[in-house]
């Protein structure tokens, strides 16, 4: 507005060959508010340290895809701004994401996970969430959060049919999960629905590594784990055959494990809803956000930076041997689709009443 301003002050000068040294002090106000208003708010980040909060414990698969992307994204944020990783595990990454949205300064700086439960818990009520999903400013979400369905080898639950045959004797198999509202319980117990099978689901384990070395005990015979996170984590449990991996909730099959059937296809007709709901629900997993409140042009920054990034050829080098797919969803796209599941009432109900089922 101020150059603009400016630009009708020069016109009516011009008029005036008298006032020629004013035009020149005009000239120059204007190259120097132009020169202001053309510096880019990307400068903001130079020299800067900038948090990305991991909502699990160290080394699961939640914790190394937060230190892949810090790694490789503070190389496209102009200024080069370092990022460090900051663990907060709990409550299914939402001490985490209740942080980012209470107590964090706006600033852009602070980023963090989020994951499946936020759109869970809207959906249970639960209490805990102290926030507004939908005020939440998505950066992105860089990879495929499809879940493998796996137990150990060594149990009688190799198959559906082996689990099937085992409820008719009454008997179950335990699985792992973080937490109600996470993918890990989720993606089971829609497993459960479709099949009509009957899987004790023991929740509350803080991260992805307590919960392998339960199975590892033998006090779980496994869980629904990200296949990214299992082949970063735990890929010699699947080379060598230590586990059984019975399907993946990926839409088609992961060429990964090609021999793994999908969700989809085993499932009988008339489930369609639940399989609908299943893929809605995981493309939250994972991704990152911002509080409310970040200036419009930093979010735009780090959006853009965020979507190069999943182009840049040694990110996709690193994320393949660490077995994780990249896959962009661009931060603007995720708003619009938590907000649009988020009024979608059947798909709610559905959601609430897998999770409040035992």
């Given at each position: 507005?101020?150059?603009?301003n400016?630009?009708r002050?020069?016109?009516?000068?011009?008029?005036?060959p008298?006032n020629?040294?004013i035009?020149?002090?005009?000239?120059?106000?204007?190259s120097?508010?132009?020169?202001?208003e053309?510096?880019p708010?990307?400068?903001?980040?130079e020299?800067?340290?900038?948090?990305?909060?991991?909502?699990?414990?160290?080394?699961?698969?939640?914790d190394?895809?937060?230190?892949?992307?810090a790694?490789h994204l503070?190389r496209?944020?102009?200024?080069?701004?370092?990022?460090i990783?900051?663990?907060?595990?709990?409550?299914?990454g939402?001490?985490?994401?209740?942080?980012?949205y209470?107590l964090?300064?706006?600033d852009?700086?602070?980023?963090?996970?989020?994951?499946?439960?936020?759109?869970?818990?809207?959906?249970?009520?639960?209490?805990?969430?102290?926030?507004?999903l939908q005020?939440?400013?998505?950066v992105?979400?860089?990879?495929?959060?499809a879940q493998?369905?796996?137990?150990?080898?060594?149990?009688?639950?190799?198959?559906f049919?082996?689990?099937?045959?085992?409820?008719?004797e009454?008997?179950?198999?335990?699985?792992?999960?973080?937490?109600?509202?996470?993918?890990?319980?989720?993606v089971?117990?829609?497993?459960?629905?479709?099949?009509g099978?009957d899987?004790?689901?023991?929740v509350g384990?803080?991260?992805?590594?307590?919960?392998?070395?339960d199975?590892?005990?033998g006090?779980?015979?496994?869980?629904?784990?990200?296949?990214?996170s299992l082949?970063?984590?735990?890929r010699e449990w699947?080379n060598?055959?230590y586990?059984k991996?019975l399907?993946?909730?990926?839409?088609?099959?992961?060429?990964?494990l090609?021999?793994?059937?999908?969700i989809e296809?085993l499932?009988?007709?008339?489930?369609?809803?639940?399989?609908?709901?299943?893929?809605a629900?995981?493309?939250?997993?994972r991704?990152?956000?911002l509080?409310?409140?970040v200036?419009?042009?930093?979010v735009?920054?780090?959006?853009?930076?965020?979507?190069?990034?999943?182009?840049?050829?040694e990110f996709?080098?690193?994320a393949e041997?660490?077995?994780?797919?990249?896959?962009?969803?661009?931060g603007?796209?995720?708003?619009?689709d938590?907000?649009?599941?988020?009024?979608?009432?059947?798909?709610m109900d559905?959601?609430?009443k897998?999770?409040?089922?035992?």
């Amino acid at each position: 507005m101020e150059s603009q301003n400016l630009m009708r002050s020069i016109g009516s000068t011009v008029s005036s060959p008298s006032n020629a040294f004013i035009l020149i002090i005009l000239f120059l106000s204007l190259s120097l508010v132009t020169s202001l208003e053309a510096q880019p708010s990307k400068s903001f980040f130079e020299g800067k340290t900038m948090t990305l909060i991991a909502g699990s414990s160290a080394g699961g698969g939640t914790d190394l895809t937060a230190r892949l992307i810090a790694r490789h994204l503070e190389r496209y944020i102009p200024g080069n701004p370092r990022i460090i990783v900051q663990n907060m595990p709990g409550a299914a990454g939402m001490i985490a994401v209740n942080h980012l949205y209470n107590l964090v300064k706006p600033d852009g700086l602070t980023m963090s996970t989020m994951n499946a439960g936020s759109i869970f818990g809207v959906a249970t009520g639960n209490p805990s969430l102290k926030f507004d999903l939908q005020k939440f400013i998505w950066v992105g979400q860089a990879l495929d959060e499809a879940q493998t369905v796996y137990v150990r080898s060594a149990t009688p639950y190799t198959s559906f049919e082996a689990i099937r045959k085992a409820n008719k004797e009454g008997k179950r198999p335990k699985m792992g999960a973080q937490g109600r509202d996470h993918n890990s319980n989720f993606v089971v117990r829609v497993t459960e629905q479709i099949l009509g099978l009957d899987i004790h689901v023991i929740v509350g384990y803080p991260g992805t590594p307590q919960i392998l070395l339960d199975i590892e005990r033998g006090a779980l015979d496994g869980r629904a784990q990200g296949t990214g996170s299992l082949l970063a984590t735990r890929r010699e449990w699947v080379n060598s055959g230590y586990v059984k991996l019975l399907a993946t909730s990926k839409q088609t099959r992961d060429p990964r494990l090609p021999n793994v059937p999908t969700i989809e296809e085993l499932a009988p007709p008339g489930n369609e809803s639940l399989v609908s709901g299943l893929y809605a629900a995981q493309n939250i997993a994972r991704s990152i956000v911002l509080p409310p409140g970040v200036p419009a042009e930093r979010v735009k920054v780090l959006r853009d930076a965020f979507a190069v990034m999943t182009k840049d050829p040694e990110f996709l080098k690193e994320a393949e041997k660490l077995g994780l797919e990249v896959s962009l969803t661009r931060g603007e796209e995720m708003n619009r689709d938590i907000e649009n599941t988020l009024r979608d009432k059947k798909l709610m109900d559905l959601y609430r009443k897998i999770i409040k089922d035992d």
